[in-house]
């Protein structure tokens, strides 16, 4: 399974960004072979508008199975990964990475 966390920076240690269509950083770890990768996604940040279905399309295009955010995305990014039929976990907004998705794990955090 892959899973994408929204992320202020680029290890298991750094805080999730509460942010979806503006998050720093798009971290993908693949359980199968325990790689994790970065996406850098800080452009963003700078967008007045459409930072949201930007984001998600970075997202559809590393193929997950999973997103893990805080907050969740906007209507438009929120439509465009339904389109994909990604799941979506959000409430992890005030943890690190790692405790994100042992959070994820343990069943802990919503389906949006």
């Known amino acids: 399974m892959k899973i994408v966390f929204t992320a202020k920076g680029t290890t298991w240690e750094d805080a999730m960004d509460p942010r979806f269509g503006r998050a720093d950083y798009l971290l993908v770890f693949d359980e199968e072979s325990k790689e994790l990768s970065v996406v850098d996604n800080r452009e963003q940040s700078q967008q007045e508008h459409g930072a949201g279905p ?3 399309q970075k997202v559809i295009d590393v193929k997950p199975d999973i997103v893990i955010t805080g907050n969740g995305p906007g209507g438009n990014a ?3 990964l339904e389109a994909a039929t990604l799941d979506m976990y959000v409430g992890a907004g005030e ?3 790692k405790e994100a ?4 794990k343990a069943g802990k ?4």
Do not use: G, P, Q, V
């Open 109 to 112: 955090l919503d389906k949006a």
């Open 95 to 97: 943890m690190s990475i």
């Open 101 to 104: 998705y042992d959070a994820f």
């Open 78 to 80: 929120s439509r465009a």
């Open 54 to 56: 930007r984001t998600a």
